[in-house]
């Protein structure tokens, strides 16, 4: 199996998201916080190395944008490790819904992230049904963390992470059909190469980011994941088959922009966007020459030259 491997190589994610202490709900005010957006952008910075290093390559009139919705989906996906039960985290969900409606009203609660999303609503297009729809996934995923099948975890990233480009993709007046096309294969390997990396957080919590139906194919006990790690019986291969999906809807996005038209390059003023397949690309290149051990710590550890590929793919825009 492990001989089409060659094939498998990325030219070219993230960080799994650093878990806070386990608290109720957290109270917010803007009380000592001047700046909605440099709250937001230290947010990224702390808890999303990869989508901080992509920051500078958008427009900068929209960069407070881009910082106020990242720093909304960090918040969204860090609320199941900061809560200490479901219920508490479904109300966190709520005051999200609230605020998201509050934000069209035109009178945003007076918390950093949301003042932040307002000002970038009168700035930019921001449809609220994609908001909505990466609460609705979050929550979901409060009452069920686990998923039994590769469509079922598919469903999952198009309604948070591919949600979350289309929104970009909104804020830069980019509603291309084929630019969405791409941006929905990019969200569906970019969740599942953050779930790889962050399979050693995971387990360690007793949680299984790797579908049932490719665990049964190979094998693997979930319980001897939490208590053995690396040593599992048919991990590696689980692991290496669940990249594979990535890989291929990696590849997909990728094929969009050999179209007619675009000329095998993604068009300069999306590029902002889709440099998010360069940390994607990273890791899947990083997990082959770690022979698909998740664990390993090159896999784990951040890819020095990240900002260089950044830099470089921008550039070339290619991704």
């Known amino acids: 199996m492990r001989s089409c491997l060659k094939s498998f190589r990325c ?132 009452q069920t963390p686990a998923h039994l099948t590769i469509d079922s975890l598919t469903a999952h990233a198009e309604s948070t992470s591919s949600t979350f480009l289309y929104l970009l993709l909104s804020m830069l007046s980019l509603p291309s059909s084929e630019l969405s096309h791409a941006a929905s294969h990019l969200g569906v390997a970019q969740t599942i190469t953050t779930l790889i990396r962050a399979l050693p957080f995971h387990a360690q919590r007793g949680r299984m980011v790797i579908p049932a139906e490719i665990t049964a194919k190979h094998g693997v006990v979930q319980e001897e994941v939490f208590r053995k790690g690396p040593s ?44 998010a397949g360069v940390p994607v690309s990273s890791i899947l290149k990083r997990l082959e020459e770690a022979n698909f051990d998740a664990f390993n710590g090159k896999v784990q550890t951040r890819d020095w030259k990240l900002p260089w590929w950044v830099w470089r793919s921008y550039y070339k825009r290619m991704f």
């Open 11 to 142: 030219s070219s994610l993230s960080q799994p998201v650093k878990a806070l202490p386990l608290r109720s709900v957290r109270r917010y005010s803007t009380e000592g916080i001047s700046d909605p957006v440099q709250h937001c952008r230290s947010l990224v910075q702390k808890y999303d190395y990869e989508g901080y290093l992509i920051s500078p390559f958008f427009p900068k009139e929209l960069q407070g944008g881009y910082f106020a919705l990242k720093a909304f989906y960090v918040e969204l996906a860090m609320i199941q490790d900061n809560v200490s039960n479901p219920t508490i985290g479904m109300m966190r969900m709520q005051f999200w819904r609230d605020a998201i409606k509050a934000i069209s009203d035109g009178n945003p609660p007076k918390h950093p992230i949301a003042l932040a999303l307002y000002d970038t609503s009168q700035r930019a297009n921001l449809p609220t049904y994609h908001l909505k729809r990466i609460i609705d996934a979050r929550d979901a995923e409060l």
């Open 232 to 275: 599992t019986a048919g991990i590696d291969d689980a692991v290496f088959e669940f990249a594979t999906v990535a890989n291929d809807h990696l590849a997909t996005a990728r094929s969009m922009f050999e179209q007619k038209g675009f000329d095998g390059r993604v068009p300069a003023n999306a590029m902002s966007v889709f440099l």
